[in-house]
């Protein structure tokens, strides 16, 4: 089976009827598919950085060749529990496919789980990316992301060891005021 | 001078001398690989480092020269710019590569 027809599966359990025609529509195919394949879901496109974030090549190249398809919803495939709780998630942390919060995500994520790129080192390289979005946009769009890809224990740890030392330090501050 | 100087010299003649800029040849690069979806003003602006003059200047000459084609695009309601890369701008592209290539030696091997 064609790695499109699953993809229009997701689509349709996203309740998302894109027009190929349409840059934002686009847009959130890009970034929910990226997620997705971040996520597991081997929908075998291949994703690298541009000037735009994650973008596959070879997914426009699906979206037009199966444009009729893909705008009427026509699909041979359907979602799992696991693939509708993946569709789902995505839905509840991008508010419902909102193009900003998943440029974000996707970008962020990519950075993180394909680039091996620690918390801070991928926030700077997404700033200096997408510095035209907010910092509330930024700092939402990363929980989101986290709520994708929970932290591992180590980073957990790191993170820990980093607060412990800004605490010592206030400790410090508090003590040399008295 | 060797012929093969002078090969080079023959098959430079029909690249356009006007994409040998950096900034020019760094916004073809950058779209050469996004399709019809190309890149918005602001992301060309944030990826390659370019202070608005720069940018804007060589995009106007891109398109004058018919390598590039601007598009209007809406995201979350905000008109915004776009930009592809025209056939005729991957050809240009191409060609200046295979180009570069032969003074790189990786033709002559």
Same mark, same amino acid.
């Given at each position: 089976?064609?790695?499109?027809?699953?993809?229009?599966?997701?689509?349709?359990?996203?309740?998302?009827?894109?027009?190929?025609?349409?840059?934002?529509?686009?847009?959130?195919?890009?970034?929910?598919?990226?997620?997705?394949?971040?996520?597991?879901?081997?929908?075998?496109?291949?994703?690298?950085?541009?000037?735009?974030?994650?973008?596959?090549?070879?997914?426009?190249?699906?979206?037009?060749?199966?444009?009729?398809?893909?705008?009427?919803?026509? %699909?041979? #495939?359907? !979602?799992?529990?696991?693939?509708?709780?993946? /569709?789902?998630?995505?839905?509840?942390?991008?508010?419902? &496919? *909102?193009?900003?919060?998943?440029?974000?995500?996707? %970008?962020? #994520?990519? !950075?993180?789980?394909?680039?091996?790129?620690? /918390?801070?080192?991928?926030?700077?390289?997404?700033?200096? &990316? *997408?510095?035209?979005?907010?910092?509330?946009?930024?700092?939402?769009?990363?929980?989101?992301?986290?709520?994708?890809?929970?932290?591992?224990?180590?980073?957990?740890?790191?993170?820990?060891?980093?607060?412990?030392?800004?605490?010592?330090?206030?400790?410090?501050?508090?003590?040399?005021?008295? | 001078?060797?012929?093969?100087?002078?090969?080079?010299?023959?098959?430079?003649?029909?690249?356009?001398?006007?994409?040998?800029?950096?900034?020019?040849?760094?916004?073809?690069?950058?779209?050469?690989?996004?399709?019809?979806?190309?890149?918005?003003?602001?992301?060309?602006?944030?990826?390659?480092?370019?202070?608005?003059?720069?940018?804007?200047?060589?995009?106007?000459?891109?398109?004058?020269?018919?390598?590039?084609?601007?598009?209007?695009?809406?995201?979350?309601?905000?008109?915004?710019?776009?930009?592809?890369?025209?056939?005729?701008?991957?050809?240009?592209?191409?060609?200046?590569?295979?180009?570069?290539?032969?003074?790189?030696?990786?033709?002559?091997?």
């Amino acid at each position: 089976m064609s790695e499109i027809d699953k993809l229009i599966a997701y689509l349709k359990e996203l309740d998302f009827k894109p027009k190929i025609s349409d840059f934002e529509d686009k847009l959130k195919i890009q970034k929910t598919v990226c997620l997705l394949e971040l996520m597991g879901v081997n929908l075998h496109y291949d994703f690298s950085m541009y000037v735009r974030g994650p973008y596959s090549h070879d997914l426009t190249k699906e979206l037009y060749d199966n444009k009729e398809k893909v705008e009427n919803l026509q %699909t041979t #495939s359907s !979602l799992n529990a696991t693939e509708k709780e993946a /569709a789902e998630k995505i839905r509840e942390t991008s508010d419902g &496919l *909102k193009p900003t919060l998943l440029e974000i995500m996707a %970008t962020y #994520s990519f !950075l993180t789980q394909k680039r091996n790129k620690n /918390a801070k080192e991928a926030i700077i390289e997404l700033k200096q &990316l *997408k510095p035209f979005f907010s910092e509330t946009d930024v700092a939402v769009g990363v929980s989101r992301s986290k709520i994708l890809f929970p932290p591992t224990q180590a980073e957990v740890e790191n993170m820990k060891n980093e607060f412990r030392a800004w605490e010592n330090a206030s400790d410090a501050d508090a003590l040399k005021q008295a | 001078m060797d012929s093969d100087f002078l090969k080079l010299v023959s098959e430079a003649k029909p690249l356009n001398s006007k994409i040998f800029s950096l900034p020019r040849l760094l916004i073809l690069l950058s779209l050469e690989n996004l399709d019809e979806d190309g890149a918005q003003y602001r992301e060309l602006k944030a990826g390659l480092d370019m202070e608005d003059g720069v940018l804007y200047s060589n995009l106007n000459v891109l398109k004058k020269m018919g390598y590039i084609k601007e598009n209007k695009i809406k995201v979350e309601n905000k008109k915004m710019s776009s930009f592809t890369i025209t056939e005729e701008g991957k050809n240009a592209l191409a060609a200046m590569k295979k180009w570069l290539k032969t003074v790189g030696g990786e033709n002559n091997e």
